[in-house]
């Protein structure tokens, strides 16, 4: 949501279309976690359920899928940042495409059932490209810097006058 949201600010064409891109691609991917997490635990007993700490998950969700960080907090629309500034949504959004890279990384080195980590490295190397993808764009950007961008003169901004 984070990427389509900053599209309707980017003023640079190809980079609006990245964002919409990367937006769309980033749906698919909480689709296959989705679905790694529903065929994990759909079949659950009682006593795997207590044993496994998933218990407060399943009190309030059984076994339905609810978006949520590994602490326990769901998600919500503060998870993702538009500022509306070009510069400062791309280095938000290199800086998203990291993280994620590194809770794959995590889940990588506690997790050894194929099944899982398969996807979960498939995501992992899209999150690298993204990455690389968003660093273009924040190029493109700078390029481009001009009136319709924070970082370029601004006279109401960068001339010195007396405080």
Not at 10 to 38: F, Q, R
């Amino acid at each position: 949501m984070r990427y389509l949201s900053q599209r309707y600010a980017m003023p640079y064409k190809e980079c609006k279309g990245l964002l919409t891109d990367i937006g769309t691609e980033e749906l698919a991917h909480l689709e296959i976690v989705a679905t790694i997490v529903h065929q994990l635990t759909r079949n659950l007993t009682p006593e795997q359920v207590v044993e496994s700490g998933f218990g407060p998950y399943y009190i309030d969700h059984t076994t339905g899928i609810w978006p949520q960080a590994a602490g326990g907090v769901p998600f919500n629309a503060s998870e993702f940042q538009s500022k509306g500034d070009p510069i400062t949504d791309l280095v938000e959004d290199m800086a998203a495409e990291q993280k994620a890279r590194t809770t794959y990384d995590n889940i990588l080195r506690v997790v050894t059932d194929p099944d899982v980590c398969d996807p979960i490295r498939f995501l992992r190397e899209r999150e690298i490209v993204h990455f690389q993808r968003f660093g273009e764009a924040l190029r493109i950007t700078q390029d481009n810097l001009d009136s319709r961008n924070f970082y370029a003169f601004n006279p109401s901004f960068d001339i010195k006058t007396k405080c």
